[in-house]
């Protein structure tokens, strides 16, 4: 009898951009167990409930296992071989008859945790030439990262560590495991919390203060509360002095927005609003920590971003500890190939595409449905599940449907697979090297670590380098693609860190980080004033107020389409909760995940749902001008009155993207209004 082999592997888990270090047992080719990594600075020997699932995913009788081919509507194996022949064949052809930008990209949300799906995504699209590659950046955070770039010079980040917590929108007990561990941690040394939340959250009932509001309304409390400080000259004045440009133009710009003109519009008390200001203003080192997407799905985002930046500034908290930080760069190779032409929605949101020269390579995801199939025929998604996660899961389907070609890389067959034209078995993350790396969204403690592989991949499931460069060979250009295997390529990611890709491997779960300076001297912020931009110039020269302001949501109580909507839609909606037990539309098949969070919670509180005849876990159906879903009503005190918040991620009848519209944009930066919008809601009969 063979001997058995045992083995322990160094990961980062990738079923949330967290990356979560681990230590995965391995015992003849197959994982048996996976820890947190104790040395980790992020999750220090912990795993949530999703990492731990980890060997379930991976093992889970659903995954692919060899590319299937759609043929008279049935699913038919065909051969990589075949596969790849066919699709360069028809991405060619498109090519020669239409131009290369007719072929668009999609990578979800693992592109962001999963450099290796990202990078060779782009790489294979500067490769055949396309301009149109969407992503979850033109709908999540990045407008707070461009919002902060153009305050600051650079993304400056929230710490993990501040002793006061202004949780806006954020939920960390269900969306950031890392940082609800620190809060915990930090708690019980003295430091607070606040909440700014439609729903009180669990941490709520330790917090300091708790502020219900109504969603899509944030940016008109930010502005009052800069109103206080600035009125009550709770400001830092000589952080101001020093380091910003403009305060003399915010003080008159900012006396219209008073703590009484938005208690009317955010139901937030006048009163609460000057005690949060002052506590704010009067706390060293705290720390607004906005919701990691919440605050830019508004139709006041990039406004909403920008006067919360301002609020962390006029606090002087901003490169002091507790405050935001302008964190330290890792390096490591993007793989990015020059980019030829303009994105969709470059010309329509030029600030999200460009400014002060530095552009960024998303097309607006909104504009998808009406550019096929003028501008977009065929589409490449890998690690997405766009026809449920992305605005007007309607408007997006029928688009889709449109496509001459739909190819979609996944682990499993998703929503959007079943509308592919082929649809081909992904490695999972256990099974492929990568780069393990903190993106730095919502913490400033970047590392990188390898990911060591554990298993081989199953049945004929490639690693994302095979796919592409497979495909890439197909089409005619494999050289761009030059890598024997995946070590190689990883090795090659790293080199740009300054770390050996040996040594790393040898100091097993070992990581590397930057170390960041608090110390502004002789580091002007990289703007063009060199300051902190309080009034912004590339605000004003792409024609919108260089001063924050308020837009209310489009389809709102207080909004432009009440008259026309109103009637039929009287509730308050915002889409997106997260719940710990899935990511998006992943881990929904898993049993473990499915008895702790078995069906989709449409959340309300008691007096709306009484005026709508609807008890605790009754079977709702809640609609929007756009469409319906099913959900069990989640009826509890919690949830402010007149306000349904439903999650996202669920397939089919609970697709809350089947409520939401892509023409309800946010003005700046083309982003989908999704917190703050109007529904109705009623019992299933
Ligand atoms: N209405 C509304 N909609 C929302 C939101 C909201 O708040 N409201 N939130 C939005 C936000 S912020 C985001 S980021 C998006 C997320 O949107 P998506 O990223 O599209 O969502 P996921 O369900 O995470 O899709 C990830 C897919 O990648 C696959 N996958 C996992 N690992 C691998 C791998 O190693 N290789 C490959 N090839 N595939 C892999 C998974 O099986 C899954 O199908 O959802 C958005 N949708
Ligand atoms: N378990 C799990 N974790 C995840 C994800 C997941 O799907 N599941 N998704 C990941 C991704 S892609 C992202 S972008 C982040 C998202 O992270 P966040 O944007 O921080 O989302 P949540 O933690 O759900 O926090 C949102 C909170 O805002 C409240 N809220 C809703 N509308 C409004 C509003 O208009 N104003 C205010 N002030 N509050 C409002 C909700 O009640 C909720 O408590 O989470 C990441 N982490
Ligand atoms: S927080 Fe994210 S990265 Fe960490 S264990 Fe959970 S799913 Fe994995
Ligand atoms: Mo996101």
Redesign the pocket.
């Given at each position: 009898m063979a001997e058995s082999t045992k083995k322990t592997v160094y990961s980062a888990c990738a079923l949330?951009?967290h990356s979560c270090g681990t230590e995965v047992d391995v015992e003849d080719d197959k994982v048996v167990a996976i820890r947190g990594l104790q040395s980790h600075p992020l999750n220090k020997g912990k795993l949530c409930p999703?990492g731990r699932a980890a060997i379930e995913h991976l093992y889970h009788p659903d995954r692919l296992k060899y590319p299937l081919k759609k043929v008279d509507g049935q699913w038919q194996r065909v051969s990589w071989e075949q596969a790849f022949s066919e699709i360069a064949e028809k991405l060619n052809r498109l090519k020669e008859e239409f131009g290369a930008s007719v072929l668009g990209f999609f990578c979800g949300?693992i592109g962001v945790e999963n450099n290796e799906i990202v990078s060779l995504t782009h790489r294979f699209q500067g490769a055949f030439g396309t301009p149109n590659f969407f992503s979850?950046e033109s709908i999540?955070?990045r407008m707070r990262v461009r919002a902060r770039q153009m305050t600051f010079g650079r993304y400056v980040v929230e710490e993990m560590d501040s002793p006061l917590y202004i949780l806006?929108?954020?939920?960390p007990a269900?969306?950031?495991f890392p940082l609800a561990m620190a809060i915990a941690e930090n708690m019980k040394k003295g430091s607070k919390v606040v909440v700014?939340?439609?729903?009180r959250?669990s941490i709520a009932n330790k917090a300091e203060m708790y502020l219900a509001?109504r969603?899509?309304t944030?940016g008109a409390l930010a502005l009052a509360m800069i109103h206080v400080m600035i009125n009550e000259k709770l400001y830092d004045a000589e952080f101001v002095e020093r380091w910003t440009y403009g305060f003399d133009k915010l003080v008159p710009h900012i006396q219209r927005y008073t703590p009484e003109w938005a208690e009317a519009i955010t139901e937030v008390k006048a009163d609460d609003i000057r005690a949060l200001a002052r506590l704010f203003a009067g706390t060293r080192g705290a720390s607004i920590y906005h919701?990691?997407?919440?605050q830019d799905q508004?139709a006041n985002g990039s406004q909403t971003d920008r006067a919360m930046a301002i609020l962390q500034t006029l606090t002087g908290n901003i490169n002091v500890p507790g405050g935001w930080v302008a964190g330290p760069r890792l390096n490591f190779s993007d793989l990015m190939l020059p980019i030829p032409g303009l994105p969709l929605g470059a010309d329509e949101y030029p600030l999200f595409h460009q400014f002060w020269g530095r552009t960024s390579p998303y097309g607006v995801m909104n504009m998808v449905p009406e550019a096929i199939p003028d501008k977009l025929k065929a589409f490449i998604v890998s690690g997405g599940n766009p026809l449920v996660t992305m605005p007007d899961s309607n408007a997006l389907q029928e688009a889709f449907d449109r496509l001459e070609l739909l190819v979609v890389y996944d682990l499993f067959m998703t929503e959007t697979a079943q509308h592919a034209h082929y649809v081909l078995p992904s490695a999972h993350y256990l099974e492929s090297w990568g780069l393990g790396y903190n993106y730095n969204v919502c913490h400033c403690l970047p590392y990188l670590m390898l990911r060591e592989p554990a298993v081989e991949p199953m049945g004929e499931c490639k690693t994302t380098l095979e796919f592409y460069a497979g495909l890439a060979e197909a089409c005619g250009f494999g050289e761009l693609f030059p890598w024997r295997d995946d070590q190689e390529l990883v090795a090659h990611e790293v080199a740009p860190s300054g770390c050996d890709f040996d040594a790393l491997l040898q100091s097993k779960g070992g990581m590397t980080f930057q170390e960041k300076s608090y110390d502004l001297k002789g580091r002007p912020f990289p703007t063009p004033s060199g300051k902190i931009e309080i009034y912004s110039h590339a605000f004003e020269e792409a024609g919108f107020d260089p001063l924050p302001t308020y837009l209310e949501p489009f389809k709102s109580p207080q909004g432009p389409r009440w008259g026309e909507l109103g009637a039929a839609y009287p509730l308050v909606l915002?889409t997106g909760?997260?719940?710990?037990h899935?990511?998006?539309t992943q881990l929904h098949n898993l049993a473990s995940m499915q008895k702790s969070e078995p069906f989709p919670r449409a959340e309300l509180g008691p007096q709306t749902a009484a005026s709508f005849g609807i008890a605790h876990q009754d079977d709702v159906i809640v609609e929007t001008d756009r469409g319906w879903v099913k959900m069990k009503a989640d009826v509890s005190e919690k949830t402010m009155e007149g306000v349904v918040?439903v999650p996202h991620?669920w397939e089919g009848e609970a697709n809350c993207n089947r409520l939401t519209d892509a023409q309800c944009r946010e003005p700046i930066m083309g982003y989908p209004q999704w917190?703050?919008l109007l529904c109705n809601i009623k019992k299933v009969n």
């Open positions: 949330c951009y999703k949300s979850v999540c955070f806006w929108g954020h939920n269900a969306s950031d700014i939340d439609p729903r959250i509001i969603p899509g944030d919701g990691t997407c919440t508004c915002s909760t997260r719940v710990l899935y990511n998006g918040l991620g917190k703050g």
